[in-house]
Structure formats: structure tokens, C-alpha cells
């Protein structure tokens, strides 16, 4: 099974930082990668799928890239509304696996 | 609108079965993958099993393989998880998610169902 891991697995930031998260897979997974958004007692939200497409109507400070087994989510200008968890998961091949989440709180 | 509704959640006992239920609307269920997905009390999320939209290839996480089953009816547009031999560590919320063969995994997600196995 293809591990994921992410870094860090929290960090405290302050509006209008740049916010940069990291996804690690265990092996090659070309761009099969998605990045989603919970907040507390809502359901998970996709972000960004293929690594780096966003997902419609997701605001444009959020970005992601990366290939085969490193990439990274980027938030350009943290807002209120993005203090949350985000997670990794590769679609690459079953069993899907997801990262352990970073919280982004705020600082 | 695509919607997709879970229920069949309750409290069981450790040993015991279960089925949960996932109703789609607002899009051809039969053309597309469904998975569920699943989130421990403070934890995070765990991907548990797949089918095709051709009920031809099915998947299961380690964790579950052998004990819970997926089917779907497209009739009913509806999709199944069909939990035996629970454990407490099955205790969860339960959510169902659409699989697009193009984007992968999670443009569309249910609001869960909560299981809780407990004596």
C-alpha cells in the first residue's frame, strides 16, 4: 500500500501568511493527488484534484503542485475562513490512502 | 444538484452487523465509482472501500476486508455498506463518496452517517 505522509502535522499561522503544506508518497504516484479542506463538524471539501487543478469555485489562493511523490499545497494569502484541516490523498491506486492531516490553526 | 445521503447509522455491539446506505440524486449513479470513506471520533480520514460503476471491480482497506461488504443498486441509485462483525474501533462517521473517472476521488460527498459500536 502506497503511504502517504504529511508535514507538518500542525502550525499555527496568522491572516494573510503564506501557508505551504507537504504531501510525501511512498512511491511514485504521477499526479494522482488530491488536497481537501474540513473544518470542524463539516464535511471534507475538494480542493484541488491531479495535483495542481483546482477545483470549481475554490478561491485562487490556493494552489498545489508536485509530481510523483512530492507536493505541496499552498495557501498565498491565509484567510479567516481557511483556518481548518487539509488532507492529502492519492488516487493512484487502491487501496486509496490519505495523509494525516495538518491543522492550521491560528497563531 | 448532485446529493448523496447517508443513513443506517445507530449504536451495535461488538459482534453485531449493520448496513448503511447512501441515496444519490442529481446525476447517472450508474455511470460513476462510489466509495465510502470513514472518520474516528478526533481522527482523520480513512478510505475503506470502492466499486465500479459496473459493480465489476470492488475494494476494500485492510482494516475492513472480509467483514464489510459494498454493493450498489443503480435501480435504486442507491449504494450499500453492509458491516459484520463490528468493532469498537469501527466507530465512526461513515461517509459516502462519488468517484469521477477523470478527476478521482471526492468531488462529491455525503454528510455521513455516525456508527457507534459499543457495549
Known amino acids: 500500500d502506497i503511504q502517504m505522509t504529511q508535514s507538518p502535522s500542525a502550525m499555527s499561522a496568522s491572516v494573510g501568511d503564506r501557508v505551504t503544506i507537504t504531501c510525501r508518497a511512498s512511491?511514485?504516484?504521477?499526479?494522482?493527488l488530491a488536497w481537501f479542506q474540513q473544518k470542524p463538524g463539516k464535511v471534507p471539501k475538494r480542493l484541488i484534484y491531479?495535483?495542481?487543478t483546482l477545483q470549481t469555485g475554490v478561491p485562487s489562493r490556493f494552489s498545489g503542485s508536485g509530481s510523483g511523490t512530492e507536493f505541496t499545497l499552498t495557501i498565498s494569502s491565509l484567510q479567516p475562513e481557511d483556518f481548518a484541516t487539509y488532507y492529502c490523498?492519492?488516487?493512484?491506486?487502491?487501496?486509496?490512502?490519505f495523509g494525516q492531516g495538518t491543522k492550521v490553526e491560528m497563531k | 444538484e448532485v446529493e448523496l445521503v447517508e443513513s443506517g447509522g445507530r449504536l451495535a455491539q461488538p459482534g453485531g452487523s449493520l448496513r448503511l446506505s447512501c441515496a444519490a440524486s442529481?446525476?447517472?449513479?450508474?455511470?460513476?465509482?462510489m466509495n465510502w470513506v470513514r472518520q474516528a471520533p478526533g481522527k482523520g480520514l480513512e478510505w475503506i472501500s470502492y466499486i465500479s460503476n459496473t459493480e465489476r471491480s470492488r475494494h476494500y482497506a485492510d482494516s475492513v476486508k472480509g467483514r464489510f461488504t459494498i454493493s450498489r443498486d443503480s435501480a435504486k441509485n442507491s449504494l450499500y455498506l453492509e458491516m459484520t462483525s463490528l468493532r469498537v474501533e469501527d466507530t465512526a462517521i461513515y461517509y459516502c463518496?462519488?468517484?469521477?473517472?477523470?478527476?478521482?476521488?471526492?468531488?462529491?460527498w455525503g454528510q455521513g452517517t455516525l456508527v457507534t459500536v459499543s457495549s
Open positions: 490523498l492519492q488516487h493512484y491506486n487502491y487501496p486509496r490512502t
Open positions: 463518496a462519488r468517484e469521477e473517472t477523470w478527476s478521482g476521488t471526492g468531488d462529491y
Open positions: 491531479a495535483s495542481s
Open positions: 442529481g446525476f447517472n449513479f450508474e455511470s460513476y465509482g
Open positions: 512511491q511514485g504516484i504521477s499526479n494522482y
